[in-house]
């Protein structure tokens, strides 16, 4: 089993829609890492989160430290939003693991 | 914000040769940088940790000396894929940062080796 899952692994979506993007984790972390990662690769940081709530235009990350779970939402979505979203979790021994990533199409 | 810049984006070259990529903190001094692989459809791999003025730390089943990573400075780290293979072929790219201030990554080099 991994130690970060994520669902789905496919979403594609209505443009407008309200998206919602989960993660899992197995390990003791110090903190949760959101990433989008465009078609030409590059990775963009978009959230980093230890606990609670954070929101940045129509993006939204929130954590449950407790039951190990993310989740990453999208409100409004537009195809411009549509990419690999990653989450990737700092493990207590100070490395990132990753999340196999969710692919998101988002039609107009 | 913090920039890492990453440079080729793209290369391809014949099998055997070897190929350096650079990454370089734009705006801010890197004591450590990281190198991950991606295979096609796979996640992000770390394949390095990178610090400067010492030798990388490399992860099980990386072999060091076919990708020599050099920190020579605060703001650029190099890897270099020696005597390349097609199955070195994959997505490479770094990122700097700490666990306090989280991670900037660079845009990545696609390498693809014929």
């Known amino acids: 089993k991994n130690e970060v899952e994520q669902s789905p692994q496919n979403l594609t979506a209505q443009e407008g829609e309200f998206i919602t993007i989960n993660c899992s984790y197995s390990?003791?972390?110090?903190?949760l890492h959101w990433l989008q990662q465009h078609p030409g690769g590059g990775i963009v940081s978009l959230f980093m989160?230890?606990?609670g709530k954070k929101k940045h235009g129509r993006l939204i990350a929130t954590i449950n430290i407790q039951e190990k779970h993310s989740s990453l939402h999208i409100t409004a979505s537009h195809p411009r939003d549509s990419a690999v979203y990653i989450c990737?979790?700092?493990?207590?021994?100070?490395?990132?693991?990753f999340g196999a990533g969710t692919i998101l199409r988002v039609k107009s | 914000g913090a920039v890492v810049s990453q440079h080729p984006s793209r290369v391809i070259c014949k099998s055997g040769t070897s190929v350096k990529i650079e990454c370089r903190s734009l705006?801010?001094?890197?004591?450590?940088m990281f190198w991950y692989r991606q295979f096609p459809k796979q996640s992000l791999m770390l394949m390095a940790t990178?610090?400067?003025?010492?030798?990388?730390?490399?992860e099980q089943g990386v072999e060091k000396d076919k990708f020599l990573i050099n920190h020579a400075s605060l703001t650029l780290s190099t890897l270099t894929v020696t005597s390349a293979h097609p199955e070195d072929s994959s997505f490479y790219i770094c990122?700097?940062?700490?666990?306090?201030?989280?991670?900037?990554f660079g845009s990545g080099t696609r390498l693809t080796v014929v």
């Open positions: 990122s700097a940062g700490s666990p306090g201030d989280g991670y900037t």
């Open positions: 390990v003791g972390i110090s903190a």
């Open positions: 989160l230890s606990s």
């Open positions: 990737a979790v700092m493990s207590l021994q100070a490395k990132l693991v």
């Open positions: 705006d801010f001094q890197a004591t450590t």
């Open positions: 990178s610090n400067e003025g010492s030798k990388a730390t490399y």
